[in-house]
C-alpha cells in the first residue's frame, strides 16, 4: 500500500510539471513593446532547450522552447516560441496598420500556447557579474518588471556519471539552490559556462538540468551557428523593481490569479478566489 501511494503521488506530481498551472493568458504584444523593441547584441551561437516535453522530438508537447544567446556584450536567455510569436506580430500589425483588434498570440508554438508562464513570458540578460530578468506579466495586468541581481553562484558537485546529448558527452553535476535540488549534464567540448535560464557555473555548456522532483526540464534539442538578433523590449515598459517583489507576484499569479488581479464577481461584488497548487522553480 505505501509502494502504491508513493507512486500515485509521483504520478500526480509529475502531471502538474507537464502544465502551465496558473490562469493568465498570453501577454499583449502592443503593450510589452514588441513594435519598439531594438536589436542591442546579435549572438553567433544559439542553444535550444525544450521546457517539459512530453516527447522530445514534438515542439507541440513543450511547455516552451528557450534559446540561450551568446553575444559579443551580453548573455540572454528567453523564449524562441515568444519571440516568433513577436515577429509574426509586427509583420502582421505593419501589414494592417488600421486594424481596429488583433490577437495576443499570433503564431505562437508550443503545448497550451494561449496560457501565461513566467518561465516562457520572462527573459534573462548577463551582462559582466549582473543578472538582470525582464519579467513579462499576463494579460489584464499592463505593468511589466525588470529587476537586477549579482549573477547567482551554484556550488555544484561533480560525478563520474555520464551520457550523450546532442552528440556531446556530458557529466553530471548537482548542487542545491534557491531551496530546491538540481542535476545537471555538462559538456566541456563546449566551453561556454552557462545553461538554461539562470543556470551555469559549471566548467562547459549545460545541456540538461532537472529538479530531482522532476517539476522542471530542460534539455537540449539542438546547437545553431548563425547571426541572431538579441532584442531588448523598451525600458519604459518595464519598472524597475526587486526579485523577492517580482518572484512573489509571479507565485500569487499562478497560485490564484483571479484574486491577484482584482477581479470582482459582477453579482456579489466579492473578490474571486480559485486557489491553485503551484511549485515555483526557484523555492525561495
Sequence with gaps: MIITMAMLLMIVQLALAQQKQGSGGCPDPYYRGTMERTVIDRADIRILYALNAED?????????????????????YCSLFAEEADNTFEKWHKQ????????????MKGRERTTWSEYQWSAI??????????????????KHYRYSEPVPTMKWTLSQETQIICEHRCQKARCHWRGRNFV?????????????WKFGGLPGLILKLYDT????????????????????????????????????????LNRNFQKTVGMVNSDTGELISRPKPYEQLEKE
Excluded at 528557450?66 to 548573455?75: D, R
Excluded at 540578460?125 to 499592463?142: N, Q, S, V, Y
Excluded at 545537471?184 to 559556462?193: D, M, N, V
Excluded at 517539476?215 to 515598459?237: C, D, R
Design 56 to 76: 522530445i522530438n514534438k515542439m507541440d508537447t513543450y511547455i516552451d522552447l528557450g534559446q540561450l544567446q551568446i553575444g559579443k556584450t551580453c548573455i540572454k
Design 96 to 107: 494592417h496598420p488600421k486594424a481596429a483588434s488583433y490577437q495576443r498570440f499570433l503564431g
Design 125 to 142: 540578460f548577463i551582462k559582466g557579474d549582473t543578472l538582470t530578468e525582464w519579467a513579462t506579466m499576463p494579460f489584464r495586468i499592463f
Design 184 to 196: 545537471a549534464w555538462f559538456t566541456t567540448e563546449i566551453p561556454i559556462r552557462r545553461g538554461p
Design 213 to 252: 522532483e522532476l517539476l522542471y526540464t530542460f534539455e537540449a534539442i539542438g546547437i545553431e551557428k548563425g547571426n541572431f538578433p538579441i532584442y531588448q523590449y523598451p525600458k519604459k515598459n518595464y519598472g524597475m523593481s526587486t526579485r523577492q517583489k517580482v518572484w512573489k507576484l509571479q507565485g500569487d
